[in-house]
């Protein structure tokens, strides 16, 4: 299957290699706005073809759109590559407001034969399935998910200069960044909660740079910690009473230990190197078999995600600029 790519910076690169690992996807086709960032990310493949105008590019042969522009763009980019035929990956957030999966859902309903899926690499790492086996084997108690992570664009908010990661424009901040990791993870393990609460702390520019929010189920709750101005090093931690599962952030999970009251014990498996090839071998066996199951799943579990995202900014002042008036 020939790929095609919105977006050039780290992570596209990064999600290209995964691909082309998979034997199934190649890189045949690459927008920018800029013909020299896009050249620049050819040449480090030494295949496909750039293109500036969105048109000409979702016009050519490529059979898979990856989307990796601001957070923004990712729905209307979404819509517009459903709708010339492409199946389509989006970098987590697929949408930035609920009202947007309405609108994917007439695109896909208008073509059958395409396939949707956001790009949350963590639902598919092999540890985040080890997880999902304990809370099936455990009563859960309640849980504290954290992802904070002092931003690389932050220096540059700070020096005055607009990164959109950091703007209302852009549907920047810390929920739809990182928090939308631990979002995308309680909903996944335990389901869609009865109720969604969030706190943040806004920056000047309107985007919220850190925040704690609270997903209420029917017999615990769960606390999420998320942050793009500091670093957090403390474990998420998911209770089974007496014991606890211990692990880095949802986003990384690379040590997931189980300590109980006289053990710890060891549970992490190997996962690869390229945190993104587990879900490029996921999305390229689903759509080389046209497996509409796993599809179906995949898009019921982004659209309860982000049904939950939209309660978490609902009595906020956390507005972005396309928000629905």
Same mark, same amino acid.
């Given at each position: 299957? =020939?790929?095609? &790519?919105?977006?050039?910076?780290?992570?596209?690169?990064?999600?290209?290699?995964?691909?082309?690992?998979?034997?199934?996807?190649?890189?045949?086709?690459?927008?920018?706005?800029?013909?020299?960032?896009?050249?620049?990310?050819?040449?480090?493949?030494?295949?496909?073809?750039?293109?500036?105008?969105?048109?000409? $590019?979702?016009?050519?042969?490529?059979?898979?759109?990856?989307?990796?522009?601001?957070? !923004?763009?990712?729905?209307?980019?979404?819509? +517009?590559?459903?709708?010339?035929?492409?199946?389509?990956?989006?970098?987590?957030?697929?949408?930035?407001?609920?009202?947007?999966? /309405?609108?994917?859902?007439?695109?896909?309903? /208008?073509?059958?034969?395409?396939?949707?899926?956001?790009?949350?690499?963590?639902?598919?790492?092999?540890? $985040?399935?080890?997880?999902?086996?304990?809370?099936?084997?455990?009563?859960?108690?309640?849980?504290?998910?954290?992802?904070?992570?002092?931003?690389?664009?932050?220096?540059?908010?700070?020096?005055?200069?607009?990164? #959109?990661?950091? &703007?209302?424009?852009? /549907?920047?901040?810390?929920?739809?960044?990182?928090?939308?990791?631990?979002?995308?993870?309680?909903?996944?393990?335990?389901?869609?909660?009865?109720?969604?609460?969030?706190?943040?702390?806004?920056? /000047?520019?309107?985007?919220?740079?850190?925040?704690?929010?609270?997903?209420?189920?029917?017999?615990?709750?769960?606390?999420?910690?998320?942050?793009?101005?500091?670093?957090?090093?403390?474990?998420?931690?998911?209770?089974?009473?007496?014991?606890? =599962?211990?692990?880095?952030?949802?986003?990384?999970?690379?040590?997931?230990?189980? =300590?109980?009251?006289?053990? &710890?014990?060891?549970?992490?498996?190997?996962?690869?190197? #390229?945190?993104?090839?587990?879900?490029? #071998?996921? $999305?390229?066996?689903?759509?080389?078999?046209?497996? &509409? !199951? +796993?599809?179906?799943?995949?898009?019921? =579990?982004?659209?309860?995600?982000?049904?939950?995202?939209?309660?978490?900014?609902?009595?906020?002042?956390?507005?972005?600029?396309?928000?629905?008036?």
């Amino acid at each position: 299957m =020939l790929l095609g &790519t919105i977006g050039t910076n780290w992570i596209t690169k990064q999600f290209i290699e995964a691909a082309e690992l998979t034997g199934q996807l190649q890189l045949a086709a690459v927008y920018s706005r800029h013909a020299d960032t896009g050249a620049s990310l050819v040449d480090a493949f030494g295949h496909g073809q750039v293109y500036t105008n969105m048109q000409a $590019f979702l016009a050519s042969d490529v059979d898979v759109v990856y989307i990796a522009s601001p957070n !923004a763009l990712h729905a209307q980019q979404a819509i +517009a590559a459903i709708n010339a035929g492409k199946h389509v990956l989006v970098e987590k957030p697929l949408v930035t407001h609920p009202s947007q999966l /309405a609108d994917l859902q007439h695109a896909l309903d /208008a073509h059958p034969e395409v396939m949707l899926f956001e790009a949350m690499r963590q639902l598919y790492d092999p540890n $985040f399935a080890v997880i999902k086996d304990v809370i099936a084997k455990h009563p859960v108690s309640g849980a504290t998910l954290t992802y904070m992570k002092y931003s690389s664009r932050y220096d540059a908010y700070l020096a005055g200069e607009n990164p #959109n990661i950091f &703007t209302t424009k852009f /549907a920047g901040g810390a929920l739809m960044d990182l928090g939308v990791y631990l979002v995308g993870s309680a909903v996944a393990w335990f389901g869609k909660p009865q109720s969604a609460t969030y706190l943040p702390h806004l920056l /000047a520019s309107g985007v919220d740079g850190d925040g704690v929010a609270r997903l209420a189920y029917p017999d615990f709750d769960v606390v999420l910690r998320m942050g793009k101005t500091t670093n957090a090093y403390t474990t998420s931690e998911i209770y089974f009473g007496r014991d606890t =599962l211990s692990f880095d952030s949802p986003g990384e999970l690379n040590d997931l230990r189980w =300590l109980a009251t006289d053990q &710890t014990q060891q549970l992490s498996v190997p996962h690869a190197d #390229n945190p993104m090839v587990e879900e490029a #071998n996921f $999305f390229a066996r689903v759509l080389s078999e046209h497996d &509409t !199951a +796993a599809f179906q799943r995949q898009w019921t =579990l982004a659209k309860q995600i982000h049904t939950v995202m939209g309660d978490l900014r609902q009595g906020t002042d956390l507005i972005f600029e396309m928000d629905p008036k």
